[in-house]
């Protein structure tokens, strides 16, 4: 007879522990329902802002490249005084920066919409790395920077996304550009790997970088208020790599300059 109260308390307890316990779950299944409706609302918002990014895209960009167009048809006329051939390249330069701003901010929202799929073919390398380095020449030439390429004897045809790789050269290669002087030289070495593997070294004399770190870093990149585009865009070109299953790694010369290695795979995918 004695036991009975004891007894009788623990199942108190046990009784009031299952109550706890169905409270806990039952907020824990509101919790999730909740959780799982501010889902569906940021996938939509998402969806939306890629739809507006995407028409905002084709509706500005059809502008501006009539505008960069006819300011280099304009450029090319010998008969321009100097203030309006000064007038020209402003109208240039403003159009190409508001094109890379448009053009990054695009990519910024596909990748975080997701990654996309790689669109592999066998394509040849030195024909894009030409291609790439003529896009830059007009920038590079007007710092009077040169870009010397060096390509080994069996870096010929590769496997990759031709479109994703062109853009990643770029980037960086105007990076490098950006972070010149007048005057200097980029050095650009290109070779197969094991694997087979693709490897690209960009090589600059401007200024060393202290704290690498905070290259890739987009809280860090703006400073004073003012965001460097190809900063910015090396971010973009970093992410667009990390998708092609590659890495950039940044080393300090020893004198002075950086030397930027891309390296991603070059062949189609094992099975």
């Given at each position: 007879?004695?036991?009975?109260?004891?007894?009788?308390k623990?199942?108190?307890v046990?009784?009031?522990?299952?109550?706890?316990v169905a409270?806990?779950?039952?907020?824990?299944?509101?919790?999730?329902?909740?959780?799982?409706e501010?889902?569906?609302?940021?996938?939509?918002?998402?969806?939306?802002?890629?739809?507006?990014?995407?028409?905002?895209?084709?509706?500005?960009?059809t502008?501006?490249?009539?505008?960069l167009?006819?300011?280099?048809i304009?450029?090319?006329?010998?008969?321009?005084t100097?203030?309006q051939?000064?007038f020209?390249?402003?109208?240039?330069?403003?159009g190409?920066?508001?094109?890379?701003?448009?053009?990054?901010l695009?990519d910024l929202?596909?990748?975080?919409?997701?990654?996309?799929e790689?669109?592999?073919?066998?394509?040849s390398?030195p024909?894009?790395?030409?291609?790439?380095?003529a896009?830059?020449?007009?920038?590079?030439?007007?710092?009077?920077?040169?870009?010397?390429?060096s390509?080994?004897p069996?870096?010929?045809?590769?496997?990759?996304d031709?479109?994703?790789?062109?853009?990643?050269?770029?980037?960086?290669?105007?990076?490098?550009?950006?972070?010149?002087?007048d005057?200097?030289?980029?050095?650009?070495?290109?070779?197969?790997r094991a694997?087979?593997s693709?490897?690209?070294?960009?090589?600059?004399?401007?200024?060393?970088?202290?704290?690498?770190?905070?290259?890739?870093?987009?809280?860090?990149t703006?400073?004073?208020?003012?965001?460097?585009?190809?900063?910015?865009?090396?971010?973009?070109?970093?992410?667009?790599?990390?998708?092609m299953?590659g890495s950039v790694?940044?080393?300090?010369?020893n004198?002075?300059?950086l030397?930027t290695?891309?390296?991603?795979?070059?062949?189609?995918p094992?099975?």
């Amino acid at each position: 007879m004695a036991d009975r109260p004891r007894t009788n308390k623990k199942s108190a307890v046990a009784h009031v522990d299952d109550e706890r316990v169905a409270h806990l779950i039952e907020q824990l299944q509101l919790r999730t329902v909740e959780l799982e409706e501010a889902n569906r609302e940021l996938r939509h918002v998402s969806h939306y802002r890629s739809l507006f990014l995407a028409r905002m895209s084709h509706e500005l960009r059809t502008p501006l490249t009539s505008i960069l167009g006819f300011a280099e048809i304009m450029l090319d006329q010998e008969k321009l005084t100097e203030p309006q051939q000064r007038f020209c390249q402003k109208i240039q330069n403003s159009g190409m920066q508001l094109l890379t701003s448009l053009n990054q901010l695009v990519d910024l929202s596909r990748l975080e919409v997701g990654p996309g799929e790689l669109f592999l073919q066998e394509f040849s390398f030195p024909e894009v790395l030409r291609e790439t380095c003529a896009a830059v020449g007009r920038q590079a030439q007007k710092r009077d920077v040169k870009i010397e390429c060096s390509l080994a004897p069996e870096l010929t045809n590769i496997v990759s996304d031709r479109g994703r790789l062109r853009q990643v050269l770029y980037t960086f290669l105007a990076w490098a550009v950006s972070r010149s002087r007048d005057g200097e030289h980029i050095k650009v070495e290109a070779a197969l790997r094991a694997g087979p593997s693709l490897q690209v070294k960009i090589e600059d004399q401007g200024e060393s970088i202290r704290n690498m770190s905070r290259v890739f870093d987009p809280e860090e990149t703006p400073r004073a208020g003012k965001t460097d585009l190809n900063e910015l865009g090396i971010i973009i070109g970093r992410r667009l790599l990390e998708v092609m299953k590659g890495s950039v790694t940044l080393e300090n010369c020893n004198a002075s300059g950086l030397r930027t290695v891309l390296e991603l795979p070059a062949g189609a995918p094992k099975a």
